[in-house]
Nanobody, 123 residues
Framework: QVQLVESGGGLVQDGGSLRLSCAASGRTFSSHHMGWFRQAPGKEREFVAFINWSGEATSYADSVKGRFTISRDNAKNTVSLQMNSLKIEDTGIYYC????????????????WGQGTQVTVST
């Protein structure tokens, strides 16, 4: 298992940008596919983005496609989420997670989770 710690959240205006980072501990990080999820107030946690172990394959939720970019640096044990053109509805707690098995869109497919970082988009 890997231990994950997110950072980079904060308050940003509608249309602004933020870059989230997730630092992983453990020598096996480079063999893990990784994902980002988010949870808005009063809503269930939802899939945001996925990246495979090498960084060559990515997948995004339709709601963020074209605005968010997931990337990773296996040498630094980090995975990042660049968020541009942020909208009010992007507000929530963002979590990174290591993929275990199964469909990449489902929470149950992920084994380790970080504690989350708050993103708030205001008018």
């Amino acid at each position: 298992q890997v231990q994950l710690v997110e950072s980079g959240g904060g308050l940003v205006q509608d249309g602004g940008s933020l870059r989230l980072s997730c630092a992983a501990s453990g020598r096996t990080f480079s063999s893990h596919h990784m994902g980002w999820f988010r949870q808005a107030p009063g809503k269930e946690r939802e899939f945001v983005a996925f990246i495979n172990w090498s960084g060559e394959a990515t997948s995004y939720a339709d709601s963020v496609k074209g605005r968010f970019t997931i990337s990773r640096d296996n040498a630094k044990n980090t995975v990042s989420l660049q968020m541009n053109s942020l909208k009010i509805e992007d507000t929530g707690i963002y979590y990174c997670a290591s993929h275990r098995s199964g469909a990449v869109y489902y929470q149950a497919s992920y084994g380790s989770w970080g504690q989350g970082t708050q993103v708030t988009v205001s008018t």
